[in-house]
C-alpha cells in the first residue's frame, strides 16, 4: 500500500516558468489537501479538495491552481514561479472530517532562482 | 496573534531525560489535538490525537490537553536519539479537515 505519493521529490525552476506538482493517493480517500511547509512557519495550507470536481482554497492560494478530476489525483500547478514560491510542498489526504488523521506524502523541494 | 502557538526551539536533550513539547491555541472551538512527527526529509506522520480534553498515553508519549487553559503538553519519557525529529501539534474543530499546524518543535536527542 503506496499511500500517498508526491513526484518529483526536487525540482529547481527559474523565474517564470511554470510546472505541476503530481499526487496521487491509493487509499481511495475523498479529502486531498496540498501545504507548504517554510522554516519556523509550520504547513500553510493552499487548496483542498473534498471530492472529484470540487476544489477550494485555503490560507495561501495565490499563484497556485488545482484540479481535481479523480479521486486519487491531486495535482497542484504553479504558474509564473516566484522566489516566494520556494518552498516544500506536502500533497495530504484523509477518509472524513472527523477522527481521521492526515496521510502525508514524502513532499517536493522546489526551488525558484 | 497566531491561532497556534509553537516554539520551533531547537531543543537539545540526552538520552533517557523526559521531554515536554507545549503549544497554545487561542480558538476554543477546536475540539481535535493531534501531535505529528516529522523526520528529516519526510513527511509528518501521525503520533498522538486527543478528542476534546484529557490525557492520552501510548508507550513512552503521553499527550494532554487542557482546553481551559488553551494549552496542549506532548511528554516524552526516556527520550532515545530516534526520537530527534521535529514535532508539530495541530488541531481542528472537525477532525481532519482544515487542520491547522503549529510551526513545529526540533528536538535533539543526544547519545
Known amino acids: 500500500n503506496a499511500g500517498v505519493t508526491q513526484t518529483p521529490k526536487f525540482r529547481i525552476l527559474k523565474i517564470g516558468q511554470s510546472m505541476t506538482l503530481q499526487c496521487t493517493q491509493d487509499?481511495?480517500?475523498?479529502?486531498m489537501y496540498w501545504y507548504r511547509q517554510d522554516p519556523g512557519m509550520g504547513l500553510k495550507l493552499i487548496y483542498y479538495?473534498?471530492?472529484?470536481?470540487?476544489?477550494d482554497k485555503g490560507e495561501v492560494p495565490n499563484g497556485y491552481n488545482v484540479s481535481r478530476s479523480t479521486t486519487e489525483d491531486f495535482p497542484l500547478r504553479l504558474e509564473l514561479a516566484a522566489p516566494s514560491q520556494t518552498s516544500v510542498y506536502f500533497c495530504a489526504s484523509t477518509s472524513d472530517t472527523n477522527n481521521s488523521p492526515l496521510h502525508f506524502g514524502n513532499g517536493t523541494r522546489l526551488t525558484v532562482t | 496573534q497566531k491561532e497556534v502557538e509553537q516554539d520551533p526551539g531547537p531543543l537539545s536533550v540526552p538520552e533517557g531525560a523526559i521531554v515536554s513539547l507545549n503549544c497554545t491555541y487561542s480558538?476554543?472551538?477546536?475540539?481535535?489535538f493531534m501531535w505529528y512527527r516529522q523526520y528529516s526529509r519526510k513527511g509528518p506522520e501521525l503520533l498522538m490525537y486527543?478528542?476534546?480534553?484529557g490525557n492520552k498515553e501510548d508507550g513512552r508519549f503521553t499527550a494532554q490537553v487542557d482546553k481551559s487553559s488553551k494549552y496542549i503538553s506532548l511528554f516524552i519519557r526516556d527520550s532515545q536519539p530516534s526520537d530527534s525529529a521535529t514535532y508539530l501539534c495541530a488541531m481542528s474543530v472537525t477532525g481532519g479537515f482544515k487542520t491547522i499546524f503549529g510551526a513545529g518543535t526540533r528536538l535533539f536527542v543526544k547519545a
Open positions: 486527543t478528542y476534546s480534553s
Open positions: 487509499m481511495n480517500h475523498n479529502y
Open positions: 480558538n476554543s472551538a477546536f475540539q481535535y
Open positions: 479538495s473534498v471530492g472529484a470536481g470540487i476544489t
